[in-house]
């Protein structure tokens, strides 16, 4: 199994960026995908998650500017970033919780990071 993240890259305060992450490999289900980020120095923080039934979290950071969505048949999950700011520069992973078979255990995985910096 495998977490491929890109749409990362520089973007000046204000703008916008969208990030995809494709889970590829033996998935029988892909229960919670989220996304977490990294700014340097500190630890990797929730930044937004979201079920199988569609149901949605958000950490307060980036509620009202951050939307999370997920394209079940691609099994790949999206952030769009809409008015970025310099504080939310940080290497942004994918994660998902899911099963490689009927009778397996759900299992959580991450993608490789891709980086998002925010900078005039």
């Known amino acids: 199994v495998q977490l491929q993240a890109s749409g990362g890259g520089l973007v000046q305060p204000g703008g916008s960026l969208r990030l995809s992450c494709a889970a590829s490999?033996?998935?029988?289900?892909?229960?919670?995908m989220a996304w977490y980020r990294q700014a340097p120095g500190k630890q990797r923080e929730l930044v937004a998650s979201?079920?199988?039934?569609?149901?949605?979290d958000y950490a307060d950071f980036v509620k009202g500017r951050f939307t999370i969505s997920r394209d079940n048949n691609k099994n790949t999950v999206y952030l769009q970033m809409e008015s970025l700011k310099p504080e939310d520069t940080a290497v942004y992973y994918c994660?998902?919780?899911?099963?490689?078979?009927?009778?397996?255990?759900?299992?959580?995985?991450w993608g490789q990071g891709t980086q998002v910096t925010v900078s005039s």
């Open positions: 490999g033996s998935i029988f289900r892909i229960d919670r």
């Open positions: 994660n998902a919780d899911l099963k490689i078979n009927f009778y397996a255990v759900s299992t959580n995985w």
């Open positions: 979201i079920r199988s039934d569609g149901v949605k």
